[in-house]
């Protein structure tokens, strides 16, 4: 009974638990658990299976929105694994914590460039790379059963995110 | 399972029936209904030929007028001619006194915070506008279809928050339409041109209505319609198009800028007009009082530039939520009367880098893709399967200590969604607290909507921190919010008081109900009898189909039993017509068909599994 409750979000998609995912994969699978579990299809059912029916459909959205971002994928994958990760916590590399910080610096002066955006486009792409590279080490230690490398990681992966988050919000700004 | 073929000859409907379903466009300047007949979605024409009803409803005394009858007296009787009221729906009364230059009514604060509108019939408030306004459509319907409706779907602005939401629905319940899904309007025009032309790929949907404008992207694939994000402005449309003419007409007549309401009305009225003869002519002549003017193409696109400037401002911000370039767009789609000013064209052309499409009528296009979608959700197979997955438009969290907002779910999320977060109390012997709903992108709650307040009642007596309660905030297919909670350690549900910030409460909607009956020659008993007896049909019929199914493979012979002797009952009593007897015997019964269902969920999910889980695992 109640399976639906036991499963992995991995499971739900018939993915085996890794960092690396078949995204198309995921995405054809995703469609085609909507086609059957979406509350539409349950219209003409009885209250209690539309019910059952939209919190199952709730779950996949959950699943699918977890998969989907690299940096939720790491925290679930961690925390299948035992390891939770609250958002208080911080990385102890002080190298990484150092260049934090610089980038920060630059993107609060980037409003005093002679030409904002382009500098703007610059860091955003910066950030980017040191992203997309993270994704990569986290991949990797994952793989090898070292949580606490994977810990740490995704503490950066964090780091990293937030500070996309504010060039996103300062591109804004500059947009008005 | 013989005994559970018996029934009345009559009574309950043919199950191959065609069900009568409408799919509703309810909009700020124009309104219309639309169904599926013949296999394809058009418009449904009132006696007189027109399809378009506009949004109007004038309050004469005792006689209500609605459509183009009560849109003409705008002029003449401007308190007493309700229009735009779409964007009032699911507002406070501080929120329309800051559009009191643009609508002149006079507001006085009623029903939970909103506002209500003086009018020689008496105060009315948003929603039974619009329920007037859902009648009339609703009429029509019958009238084309030939009998009492099973059911249609409303469609809303995509950036509809959940009061807007609320709001729209508790229209439809006044008008005593039986609300299949709340639909977003461009996923409806998504809908209307992807399953015409058997489109794949990324689509933009780009619509201005009167009083709204929204954007969305969404990726079609193989009839699944997924809504990658949504964006845009409620307060944002056509009518601020003929407000900047009229303004600028106002100048140019040195009029000054304290006008009285019959003036603005005017003014509004011969900009709209302009507006619509610049999208024919290069020029026009326009006048008021002894004043003469002309305005030009170029002239107007000066005036309505910036607006558009703000509307492609959300194009750019949504399809960076949806993560696409903009060369990704495959195909743009025009809704919206004002998207009929050439200059939007132009403007969202050089945007998108492609010439949009328009070749469904933008008034229409909303209305066919909900009638499409009632279609297939009141169970009249269409042959094409379509499958539509929406988006919440903004997101929804709570208020933390200092005022601040804690982001349970973030916008662009696909419904429906659940997520669970836990509180604990702060005082030794704590038995309730208060929670703040609210919806925004903002960090303060004052910068957000408030949605409503929730209080926690019955947590068992404890020390401070040592409860643990679990509150789930579940958002359905429509897009509304519902809450439930539990204490975790005692397993006590705690009983939650909703309060919604600016909305009827389900007391209100009765009473209004029964005021509506009062007005007019209806029976509010016969009324709720039937409606029980349609819930009792429907509830019938659904398990007798699941019985068929799987109830031999699932149920126990003593399970199956009783459930037939429940369903037996339930029809002996909607024969009777008692409508407390209906109640009670469908209530028994969903009591026992509750484990029934959960195990056909269990059967669907395992099925859905097969052949997944175990070769993927052991590639």
Redesign the interface.
């Known amino acids: 009974m109640n399976m639906s409750l036991q499963q992995t979000y991995f499971e739900i998609f018939g993915l085996r638990p890794a960092f690396e995912i078949d995204r198309a994969a995921m995405a054809e699978r995703y469609r085609q658990l909507q086609r059957e579990f979406h509350p539409d299809k349950y219209a003409s059912k009885s209250e209690r299976e539309q019910l059952l029916a939209m919190q199952y459909a709730a779950q996949i959205n959950e699943a699918h929105t977890t998969l989907r971002d690299p940096v939720l994928r790491a925290g679930y994958l961690l925390k299948l694994a035992g390891v939770e990760v609250s958002p208080e916590q911080t990385t102890a590399d002080a190298e990484f914590l150092m260049q934090q910080m610089m980038l920060r610096e630059r993107l609060e002066e980037v409003r005093d460039e002679a030409d904002p955006a382009a500098a703007l486009d610059e860091l955003g792409d910066e950030v980017r790379g040191l992203f997309t590279g993270e994704q990569k080490h986290f991949a990797e230690v994952f793989a090898t059963g070292d949580l606490e490398a994977g810990k740490d990681s995704l503490l950066k992966l964090q780091f990293l995110t937030k500070l996309q988050r504010q060039v996103e919000e300062l591109e804004e700004e500059l947009l008005d | 399972m013989a005994l559970l073929q018996i029934s009345e000859p009559g009574q309950t409907p043919e199950p191959h029936q065609r069900k009568r379903a409408v799919g509703i466009d309810l909009g700020t300047t124009n309104s219309l209904v639309a169904t599926v007949r013949s296999g394809s979605a058009e418009a449904i024409a009132a006696e007189d030929g027109s399809v378009i009803l506009p949004s109007a409803v004038h309050y004469g005394g005792a006689e209500i007028t609605v459509g183009a009858a009560a849109r003409v007296r705008a002029g003449e009787d401007p308190y007493n001619t309700l229009i735009s009221v779409k964007r009032l729906m699911g507002r406070g009364i501080a929120d329309v006194q800051s559009f009191g230059e643009q609508l002149p009514y006079r507001f006085t604060d009623s029903d939970g915070g909103m506002p209500a509108i003086e009018t020689a019939a008496g105060p009315v408030n948003p929603v039974q506008v619009s329920a007037e306004i859902l009648k009339e459509l609703a009429r029509r319907g019958r009238e084309a279809l030939g009998g009492e409706l099973d059911g249609a779907v409303i469609t809303v602005p995509a950036y509809f928050d959940e009061a807007q939401r609320q709001a729209t629905k508790d229209a439809a319940q006044l008008a005593g339409l039986k609300v ?2 709340l639909l977003n309007e461009p996923t409806a025009a998504a809908v209307a041109y992807g399953l015409d032309k058997g489109e794949e790929g990324v689509i933009a949907v780009y619509d201005l209505g009167g009083g709204t404008f929204d954007i969305s992207i969404l990726r079609l ?2 009839g ?1 319609f ?1 809504v990658l994000s949504t964006g845009g402005d409620t307060a944002l449309g056509g009518d601020d198009f003929d407000r900047a003419i009229a303004g600028w007409m106002a100048g140019q007549a040195g009029l000054g800028t304290d006008l009285d309401v019959a003036t603005q009305r005017a003014l509004l009225d011969s900009a709209c007009a302009a507006k619509e003869t610049l999208a024919q002519r290069e020029q026009v002549e326009v006048s008021h009082g002894d004043w003469r003017g002309t305005l030009d193409r170029t002239g107007m696109a000066e005036l309505l530039d910036p607006l558009i400037d703000k509307t492609l ?1 959300a194009c ?2 949504a399809l ?1 939520d949806a993560g696409l370039p903009v060369d990704e767009v495959q195909e743009v789609v025009l809704v919206g009367g004002s998207t009929r000013t050439l200059r939007v064209r132009e403007r969202v052309e050089a945007y998108f880098g492609r010439a949009p499409q328009a070749d469904i009528d933008p008034d229409q296009v909303v209305a066919i893709g909900a009638a499409l ?1 009632a279609d ?4 009249n197979k269409t042959g094409e ?1 379509l ?3 929406d988006v919440i438009p903004l997101s929804l969290g709570i208020e933390t200590m200092g005022g601040l907002t804690e982001k349970l779910i973030a916008r662009n ?7 669970a977060q836990e509180f604990t109390t702060f005082k030794d012997g704590q038995t309730a607290m208060a929670i703040h709903v609210v919806q925004g992108e903002r960090e303060l709650v004052k910068d957000c909507r408030s949605l409503a307040r929730f209080e926690l009642r019955g947590i068992p007596p404890m020390v401070a921190g040592a409860a643990h309660i679990r509150v789930t905030f ?1 958002v ?2 429509d897009g509304l919010l519902s809450v439930t909670a539990m204490e975790k350690s005692s397993g006590v549900s705690a009983d939650i008081t909703v309060k919604p910030s600016y909305g009827l409460e389900d007391k209100d909607i009765a009473r209004m109900l029964q005021e509506s009956y009062a007005h007019a020659e209806e029976d509010i008993a016969a009324r709720a009898l039937r409606e029980a007896q349609v819930e009792a049909e ?2 019938l ?3 007798l189909a ?1 019985l068929k199914e799987n109830g031999a493979e699932l149920l126990e012979e003593q399970e199956l039993n009783q459930l037939e002797r429940a369903m037996e009952a339930l029809r002996l009593a909607h024969n009777g017509g008692d409508v407390e007897e209906v109640r009670r015997r469908m209530e028994t019964l ?1 009591q026992l ?2 484990p029934f ?6 059967a ?3 099925r ?2 097969q052949g ?2 175990l070769d ?2 052991d ?1």
């Open positions: 299949l899904r694939s193989r699944v997924e401002r750019k911000r960076r979608q297939q959700l009141v169970g399967d499958l539509l997955l999320t696909t419904i429906p969604v659940a997520k579940q359905d297919a429907r509830t019929e659904s398990l699941a969903n068909s509750e269902a959960a195990r056909r969920m269990d669907s999910i395992k859905a599994m997944h889980s993927e695992f590639k």
